[in-house]
């Protein structure tokens, strides 16, 4: 599988872990990095800016194989998230976007992500209405909504996804599945629900598929978690594996990633 990772990125700037330390991460640039270390090819699209953030992010993503050829680097600040690791859970504070608030793609970012097998995106990427056309040209889409199914980004990026992902911190409830059912009917094709220690659930438009998890060695940092299992689950699908083998790769990734501190 080769897998374009188009949109946002951020530098995860852990405020209470040895006076503040800076990881690189973001969705999709996650998503790549993972791919790679499951077998898979991965380029990442986007921009950073021409700090010493977006040093760290070009010598990140280069470092673990990620293609960076359309990596641009514009005058400004690289994105940040701060967070505070609190027993193991990661807590989200401020967010910066620095020169993610003015990236667009290119005709030649488009022709290049029509070379690979997959394209996926998150809610930061401000690349959901390029959707439409990337799905008409014939790539399969992804789209990861996080916890916001009803944001308007996830909204614009709905009707062309092949791949639906969100995350609900909760058991398999029957509003969950009716959410996920509406999602269906909204346009997307497969609809997966990552539902934390519960495991996942898919939904093709027919049949409901429930997978639980792969135990990890010690719960350290949750931080991508949710990006190794949509990582792992492109792969499997992408590649002919059945929806349940392909759950159960999402779930192997996650667990691993759960592992250490940081995304990767």
């Not at 040209?137 to 199914?149: K, L, M, Q, V, Y």
Request: net charge negative; aromatic share 10%; glycine share 12%.
């Amino acid at each position: 599988m080769k897998l374009a990772a188009i949109g946002s990125n951020c530098i995860d700037f852990y405020s209470n872990l040895e006076g503040g330390k800076p990881f690189p991460g973001g969705g999709p640039v996650n998503m790549a990095v993972y791919t790679l270390r499951i077998g898979g090819k991965a380029s990442y699209i986007g921009a950073v800016g021409d700090d010493d953030y977006g040093k760290i992010m070009q010598e990140a993503m280069s470092g673990k194989g990620v293609d960076i050829s359309h990596l641009y680097v514009k005058r400004g600040k690289t994105a940040v998230s701060r967070v505070e690791l609190q027993n193991g859970e990661r807590v989200f504070g401020e967010y910066r976007e620095g020169v993610l608030a003015e990236f667009q793609l290119s005709e030649e970012d488009k022709a290049f992500i029509l070379t690979h097998d997959v394209v996926v995106a998150d809610l930061w990427g401000r690349v959901e209405g390029e959707f439409a056309q990337l799905q008409k040209s014939g790539i399969r889409t992804a789209f990861d909504c996080a916890n916001h199914p009803d944001a308007e980004a996830a909204k614009r990026a709905v009707p062309y996804a092949d791949y639906l992902f969100f995350s609900a911190e909760d058991e398999d409830r029957a509003e969950i599945r009716e959410k996920m059912k509406a999602i269906r009917e909204d346009g997307a094709k497969m609809v997966i629900c990552m539902l934390g220690k519960n495991g996942s659930l898919c939904f093709d438009g027919k049949e409901f598929y429930r997978y639980g998890i792969k135990e990890c060695r010690k719960t350290v940092d949750t931080m991508g978690a949710g990006d190794s299992y949509i990582a792992g689950f492109l792969k499997g699908i992408t590649e002919g594996m059945t929806v349940e083998k392909a759950m159960e790769l999402g779930a192997a990734t996650a667990a691993d990633t759960l592992s250490y501190f940081g995304a990767w």
